[in-house]
C-alpha cells in the first residue's frame, strides 16, 4: 500500500513540474542550436508569429459570425401588461374604454435573410478574407527567418573573433618569451620585450570586450526567438558547410508575384472589389422573409387570465428600398472606385521597391563574395609569410619589428576573413528576400 501511494505521489509530482516548469522546462530549450533549430524555435514561440495565428483564429470567427446570419433567426419575446387605467378610444363624440386590465402575449418570430448586401459580402469575401490572414502569418515568418538568422551570424562572428583573439594571445605569448629570453641572453635590448608585452595586453583588452558584446548579441538573438533568458544557447555550425553556402545563382529573375507582399497587395485589390460591389448593391432592396405567431391572453381578472388564449400569426415578405438618401450611396461607390484605383499605384511603387532592393542587395553580395574570396586568399599568404618569418626570428635573422609586422597582418586578414564570411551569408539572405525565395 504504502508502494502504491509513493508511486502515485510520484506522478503527481512529475505532472506538477512539467506544468509549472514554465521558461526553464527542459522541452522549451534547444539541445542542438543549429540555424535551422533556432529559425524552427522562433517560429515557433516568436510572440508576433503566434499572435499573427491567433489573429488567424479570430478572423475565422468573425467570418462565421457574420455568415451566420444567411441562417434563420428565431426569437420569442414575452410581455405581461397590467392597466390600471384603460386606453380610450373616441366614438361618436364620446370617450369609450377599450381593452381589458389583463394583458399577457407571447411571440416567436422568424426571420429569413433572402438578400441582405452585407451578408452577401461575407460570403463572397471570406475566401479572400482568410488568405489575407494566412499572408499575414507568412510575412512574419518571412521577417523572423531574415533577423534570426543574421543576429546568427552576428553571434558566431563574434565567437570568430575572441577565438582568433584567443589563437593570437597565444602566439603573442611565445612572441614575449622569445623576446624575453634573447633580453635575458643580451642579443636584443628591453624594446622588443616590451613591444611584446604591449601587444599582448592590447589582444587581451580586445577579447574582454568581444566577450562583453557576445553576451549582448546572444541576449538579442534570445529576444527574437523568445528563448528563456537563463536558458543555455551553445550555437552549433558546420564551417565547410557555411562556406559551400556563400554562393548562389546570380542570374536569377525577380519573382515579382512570389512576394508575398505582391500577393498581400492582390488580396487587399480583390477585397476592395467586392467592397465596391458591395456599394452597388445599396441600391437593390433588401428582402426578408418574416413570420410571427403569437399567444395573446386578455382578462379583467388575474385569476381567469390563461383560461382562453386568442393566437394569431402570419408569414410574409418584407422589402425595403431606400429611394434617395442625399446621394450618400453614390458618394460611397466613388470612394470605393479611387481606393480600387490606389492599389494599382501601390502594385507600381511596390514594384520599384523590390526592383531597387534586389539591385541593391545583389550588389552589396557580389562585392561582399568577391572581397571575401579575396581576403581568404589573403589569409593563407599572411599564414605562410608568420610562419617563415617566425622561424626566422627565432634563428636571429629577422628583427622583432618584422615579427610585429607579420603577426598584425595574420591577425587582420583572419579577422577580415571571418567578418567577410559573415557578411556574405548576411547579404545572401537579403538577395534571397528581395527574389521572393524564403517561403512558408
Same mark, same amino acid.
Given at each position: 500500500?504504502?508502494?502504491? $501511494?509513493?508511486?502515485? /505521489?510520484?506522478?503527481?509530482?512529475? @505532472? !506538477?513540474?512539467?506544468?509549472?516548469?514554465?521558461?526553464?522546462?527542459?522541452?522549451? @530549450? &534547444?539541445?542542438?542550436?543549429?540555424?535551422?533549430?533556432?529559425?524552427?524555435?522562433?517560429?515557433?514561440?516568436?510572440?508576433?508569429?503566434?499572435?499573427?495565428?491567433?489573429?488567424?483564429?479570430?478572423?475565422?470567427?468573425?467570418?462565421?459570425?457574420?455568415?451566420?446570419?444567411?441562417? %434563420?433567426?428565431?426569437?420569442?419575446? *414575452?410581455?405581461?401588461?397590467?392597466?390600471?387605467?384603460? %386606453?380610450?378610444?373616441?366614438?361618436?363624440?364620446?370617450?369609450?374604454?377599450?381593452?381589458?386590465?389583463?394583458?399577457?402575449?407571447?411571440? =416567436?418570430?422568424?426571420?429569413?435573410?433572402?438578400?441582405?448586401?452585407?451578408?452577401?459580402?461575407?460570403?463572397?469575401?471570406?475566401?479572400? !478574407?482568410?488568405?489575407?490572414?494566412?499572408?499575414?502569418?507568412?510575412?512574419?515568418?518571412?521577417?523572423?527567418? !531574415?533577423?534570426?538568422?543574421?543576429?546568427?551570424?552576428?553571434?558566431?562572428?563574434?565567437?570568430?573573433?575572441?577565438?582568433? $583573439?584567443?589563437?593570437?594571445?597565444?602566439?603573442?605569448?611565445?612572441?614575449?618569451?622569445?623576446?624575453?629570453?634573447?633580453?635575458?641572453?643580451?642579443?636584443?635590448?628591453?624594446?622588443?620585450?616590451?613591444?611584446?608585452?604591449?601587444?599582448?595586453?592590447?589582444?587581451?583588452? +580586445?577579447?574582454?570586450?568581444?566577450?562583453?558584446?557576445?553576451?549582448?548579441?546572444?541576449?538579442?538573438?534570445?529576444?527574437?526567438?523568445?528563448? %528563456?533568458?537563463?536558458?543555455? $544557447?551553445?550555437?552549433?555550425?558546420?564551417?565547410?558547410?557555411?562556406?559551400?553556402?556563400?554562393?548562389?545563382?546570380?542570374?536569377?529573375?525577380?519573382?515579382?508575384?512570389?512576394?508575398?507582399?505582391?500577393?498581400?497587395? +492582390?488580396?487587399?485589390?480583390?477585397?476592395?472589389?467586392?467592397?465596391?460591389?458591395?456599394?452597388?448593391?445599396?441600391?437593390?432592396?433588401?428582402?426578408? =422573409?418574416?413570420?410571427?405567431?403569437?399567444?395573446?391572453? #386578455?382578462?379583467?381578472?388575474?385569476?381567469?387570465?390563461?383560461?382562453?388564449? /386568442? %393566437?394569431?400569426?402570419?408569414?410574409? $415578405?418584407?422589402?425595403?428600398?431606400?429611394? *434617395? &438618401?442625399?446621394?450618400?450611396?453614390?458618394?460611397?461607390?466613388?470612394?470605393?472606385?479611387?481606393?480600387?484605383? +490606389?492599389?494599382? #499605384?501601390?502594385?507600381?511603387?511596390?514594384?520599384?521597391?523590390?526592383?531597387?532592393?534586389?539591385?541593391?542587395?545583389?550588389?552589396?553580395?557580389?562585392?561582399?563574395?568577391?572581397?571575401?574570396?579575396? @581576403?581568404?586568399?589573403?589569409?593563407?599568404?599572411?599564414?605562410?609569410?608568420?610562419?617563415?618569418?617566425?622561424?626566422?626570428?627565432?634563428?636571429?635573422?629577422?628583427?622583432?619589428?618584422?615579427?610585429?609586422?607579420?603577426?598584425?597582418?595574420?591577425?587582420?586578414?583572419?579577422?577580415?576573413?571571418?567578418?567577410?564570411?559573415?557578411?556574405?551569408?548576411?547579404?545572401?539572405?537579403? !538577395?534571397?528576400?528581395?527574389?521572393?525565395?524564403?517561403?512558408?
Amino acid at each position: 500500500m504504502k508502494k502504491s $501511494l509513493d508511486i502515485i /505521489f510520484f506522478v503527481l509530482f512529475t @505532472l !506538477v513540474s512539467t506544468r509549472g516548469g514554465g521558461q526553464n522546462r527542459p522541452d522549451s @530549450l &534547444l539541445q542542438d542550436a543549429t540555424l535551422q533549430n533556432c529559425v524552427q524555435y522562433a517560429l515557433n514561440h516568436q510572440p508576433q508569429v503566434l499572435q499573427s495565428q491567433l489573429d488567424e483564429s479570430i478572423t475565422e470567427r468573425e467570418i462565421k459570425d457574420k455568415l451566420s446570419e444567411w441562417y %434563420p433567426q428565431i426569437n420569442f419575446s *414575452f410581455n405581461a401588461l397590467r392597466y390600471f387605467q384603460l %386606453p380610450v378610444v373616441v366614438f361618436q363624440g364620446g370617450a369609450v374604454p377599450t381593452g381589458v386590465y389583463n394583458t399577457h402575449f407571447g411571440a =416567436l418570430t422568424l426571420n429569413q435573410n433572402i438578400f441582405n448586401r452585407d451578408v452577401l459580402l461575407a460570403s463572397r469575401s471570406a475566401k479572400d !478574407v482568410r488568405l489575407q490572414a494566412k499572408q499575414n502569418i507568412v510575412s512574419y515568418k518571412i521577417n523572423v527567418t !531574415v533577423g534570426v538568422s543574421k543576429a546568427y551570424y552576428d553571434v558566431l562572428l563574434t565567437q570568430k573573433q575572441i577565438e582568433l $583573439l584567443e589563437e593570437d594571445i597565444l602566439r603573442l605569448a611565445r612572441s614575449l618569451k622569445d623576446s624575453y629570453n634573447q633580453y635575458q641572453g643580451g642579443i636584443v635590448d628591453k624594446t622588443d620585450y616590451k613591444r611584446a608585452t604591449i601587444a599582448l595586453n592590447n589582444s587581451r583588452a +580586445r577579447k574582454k570586450n568581444y566577450e562583453e558584446l557576445l553576451k549582448a548579441k546572444i541576449a538579442y538573438l534570445k529576444q527574437l526567438m523568445n528563448y %528563456p533568458a537563463d536558458g543555455q $544557447l551553445h550555437l552549433e555550425y558546420d564551417s565547410l558547410q557555411m562556406e559551400r553556402e556563400t554562393y548562389m545563382d546570380t542570374t536569377r529573375d525577380i519573382n515579382y508575384e512570389g512576394r508575398i507582399e505582391f500577393e498581400q497587395l +492582390r488580396t487587399q485589390q480583390r477585397l476592395e472589389a467586392a467592397s465596391l460591389k458591395y456599394y452597388k448593391w445599396a441600391f437593390i432592396p433588401t428582402l426578408q =422573409l418574416v413570420g410571427q405567431y403569437s399567444l395573446n391572453f #386578455y382578462n379583467n381578472d388575474v385569476a381567469k387570465l390563461y383560461a382562453q388564449d /386568442f %393566437p394569431s400569426s402570419y408569414l410574409g $415578405l418584407q422589402l425595403n428600398f431606400p429611394i *434617395f &438618401l442625399g446621394l450618400k450611396r453614390t458618394q460611397e461607390i466613388r470612394i470605393a472606385q479611387y481606393q480600387l484605383q +490606389r492599389l494599382d #499605384y501601390d502594385l507600381i511603387s511596390l514594384r520599384n521597391a523590390v526592383k531597387t532592393e534586389y539591385v541593391q542587395a545583389i550588389a552589396i553580395y557580389k562585392g561582399n563574395l568577391n572581397e571575401y574570396l579575396i @581576403l581568404k586568399e589573403n589569409l593563407g599568404l599572411a599564414v605562410e609569410v608568420y610562419n617563415t618569418i617566425q622561424l626566422q626570428y627565432r634563428s636571429g635573422v629577422k628583427t622583432y619589428l618584422d615579427l610585429i609586422t607579420a603577426e598584425t597582418d595574420i591577425r587582420s586578414a583572419q579577422e577580415n576573413y571571418t567578418n567577410a564570411l559573415y557578411q556574405v551569408l548576411s547579404s545572401k539572405l537579403d !538577395v534571397e528576400k528581395a527574389l521572393g525565395s524564403i517561403k512558408y
